[in-house]
């Protein structure tokens, strides 16, 4: 499968790892806007013969392209998307799907009147230790309450340490979408505050705690912090599933610990770890899986909104003091894609779903191929 890349920073370069390092794909094309940078991350990783552009669409017909992988900032998804996509390409893109819901939403009918797919590649989800707890969590009867702890202390220096919500909007979307891939199920309200402790090196809130209620009941409490040095827990955060039958909990790293029995008393056991690919790894084999056979991937842009619309809520519950419910945050966001909509065809499918929701359990007919 021949791949264009978009991007060639910092994550760039980590993505041009990780396609040269996949036998079933290959990097064809680079574009970026400083057509040095891209060189210079080609020549790093001594790759000759990629073409560079600053046109996704130009570079892909030149190289005859299969697909893109979209590195960019966050601000320039939805048009590298929207380009790619009406480009006949599906695209692979960097999390978050974009800066609000509102676009997001307009990439998902984007990807409908397209025909093509695009997924949001949320790296965090693959990790085989979170798919034991996955299959352990299946096992422990009804849950009622998840617990996240994320306690890191990064000096990132830049643009992080001056931007407003910096746990929640740069780091949460993780742990939120890990739930609902655990749980397979969507959260229906948030209450959500943030602070910043007095030693913060952040210029705003650096730290929250959200507390969610699921479709089922279930609850699930984050507690975070991007200023707790000492005891820190893994990027993944440190986990606590309680059910019905039981406990399991997972360090963020090692394969899940569980204490539980099963509904004939016997004692539970973590299954084996799968032997997949982890991280943006994980992500890019899912993808170019979904590409070839037509499943419908775990990232795909419908699906993906969720787990973006819980970080919105968490922020828009952090600046009101209120519990928010997600439809409202869905909702709210679906007027507004559909009056900002400029692309007739997108409106048009935007106009036909009737909700924000209205298409969604349709999910493997969203996409043609």
Known sequence: MRLVQVGAGGMGKAWIDAITANPDVELVGLV?????????????????????????????????????????????????????????LPVLCEKPAAPTVAQALSLAASSEASGQLLMISQSRRYFNSLAQLKAVTGELGDIGVITTEFFKAPHFGGFREEMDHVLLVDMAIHPFDAVRYLTGQNPV????????????????????????????GLRYVYSGSWCADGQETSWNGQWRVNGA?????????QAPLVDANDATGQSLSVPEASAGPEQ???????????????????????SNVHSLAMVEAAVLSAETGQRVRIDDVLTAAYAQA????????????????????GNYSGLADAVSS
């Not at 040095?36 to 046109?55: I, M, R």
């Open 32 to 88: 970026d806007l400083n057509q040095e940078t891209a060189h210079e991350a080609l020549a790093d990783k001594g790759l000759e013969g990629v073409l560079v552009g600053t046109s996704v669409s130009d570079i892909a017909a030149a190289t005859g392209a299969h697909a893109v992988v979209n590195v960019t900032v966050p601000v320039a998804h939805h048009p590298v998307n929207v380009e790619a996509l009406f480009a006949g």
């Open 189 to 216: 309200s948030v209450y959500c505050e943030e602070f910043n402790p007095s030693w913060s090196w952040y210029q705003a809130d650096a730290a929250a705690t959200a507390i969610f209620e699921f479709s089922s």
């Open 245 to 253: 039958h039981g406990t399991a909990t997972w360090d963020g790293e």
């Open 280 to 302: 943006i790894a994980g992500s890019l084999a899912e993808f170019a899986s979904a590409v070839r056979t037509g499943v419908v991937p775990d990232g795909q842009i419908h």
């Open 338 to 357: 559909l009056h900002n909509e400029k692309n007739d065809d997108v409106k048009a499918v935007l106009s036909g779903w009737g909700s924000p929701l």
